[in-house]
């Protein structure tokens, strides 16, 4: 199992008041420069959310909600700081409760 780390907002602060599309054209330039693979993503609606143990963390955010997942606990910390009006958590995945990460409830459209 991995531990994931997450940052979790309402979609609407995230993508309408945050410069998030700076935020990641930063942090891709420094992993091309430091020749580190991408290890965050930005899931809409999360699934995860679902999962029981993350009951709080939904009834906290605002939704639809939507997160950034990483693999890196100093990035999450990094963007917490940047954010600021974010919930933080983690979880191990693939798990009985949580078997995709990176899976969204979203429909495509």
Request: glycine share 0%.
């Amino acid at each position: 199992m991995q531990t994931y780390h997450f940052l979790i907002a309402s979609t609407r602060f995230l993508t309408e008041e945050e410069p998030l599309d700076e935020v990641f054209r930063e942090r891709r330039r420094y992993y091309q420069e430091q020749e580190k693979e991408i290890d965050f993503w930005f899931v809409h609606q999360p699934a995860f959310l679902d999962a029981p143990e993350m009951a709080e963390f939904k009834t906290k955010c605002p939704q639809p909600a939507s997160a950034i997942i990483s693999t890196n606990s100093q990035l999450i910390t990094w963007l917490k700081l940047r954010l600021e009006f974010v919930l933080v958590g983690q979880f191990q995945a693939p798990s009985a409760t949580i078997p995709e990460p990176l899976a969204s409830l979203a429909s495509v459209s």
